[in-house]
């Protein structure tokens, strides 16, 4: 299997190859350089069309799979911020570092130290040009803090359901086994049983 990965997100792309071992694995960058797309559906799923959509129209080919991931980190406690802004939560072009600092300060104002959270990934894969989604999430708990230096985004302040410790100081190998974005590329997988 041809995949295009529909992402510029570094952390995204590593996991991605590490979650698809056996298959022909391409960044869009690689086959037809750099592209700005504008996100602006209201849901996850929206935006992971509109991102693979773009990448499949441009690659203007049926021999390649395209898969695109929308995911963000929602806190209840906090009005359910940042969710499908989690990229963008500290302005546009925000590091990972900015977006943390912003969450850390937003529970901090609610004097949260830790409260529920839960990450989501939607999935979009498009081939010959049908158009599937699906979803995967991830259950825990957020902290006001950062510990660990493993993962991406948001991983260092987070705590899956059942651990103690964060996704920061977990390996990508046991965050794989559980995350997600996993959850989502298995159901993935499925439908491209189905298609291919
Ligand atoms: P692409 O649109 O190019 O895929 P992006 O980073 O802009 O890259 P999203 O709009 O889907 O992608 O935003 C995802 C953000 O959610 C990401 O930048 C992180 O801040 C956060 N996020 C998603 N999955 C994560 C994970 O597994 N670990 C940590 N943070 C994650």
Not at 60 to 89: C, F, K, L, W
Not at 118 to 130: D, H, L, P, S, V
């Amino acid at each position: 299997m041809k995949i295009v990965l529909a992402t510029s997100n570094k952390g995204k792309i590593g996991e991605f190859k590490k979650l698809l071992p056996n298959e022909e694995v391409y960044t869009f960058k690689e086959l037809i350089g750099d592209m700005q797309i504008v996100e602006d559906a209201n849901s996850f799923k929206g935006n992971a069309i509109i991102k693979a959509k773009a990448i499949y129209d441009k690659l203007n080919s049926q021999e390649y799979i395209v898969i695109s991931d929308d995911s963000g980190i929602t806190v209840p406690a906090i009005n359910n911020e940042p969710g499908i802004y989690s990229a963008r939560y500290a302005g546009e072009g925000a590091s990972d570092k900015e977006n943390n600092a912003k969450l850390i300060s937003k529970l901090l104002e609610k004097n949260l130290q830790i409260t529920p959270a839960y990450y989501t990934a939607c999935i979009c894969i498009i081939y010959k040009g049908e158009v599937s989604t699906v979803h995967g999430w991830m259950y825990g708990n957020v902290i006001a803090k950062e510990v660990g230096d493993e993962g991406f985004g948001y991983d260092p302040m987070f705590i899956p359901k059942g651990y103690e410790k964060t996704l920061g100081e977990l390996s990508h190998e046991e965050k794989n086994e559980f995350s997600h974005r996993s959850k989502a590329l298995k159901l993935a997988k499925k439908v491209l049983e189905v298609i291919l």
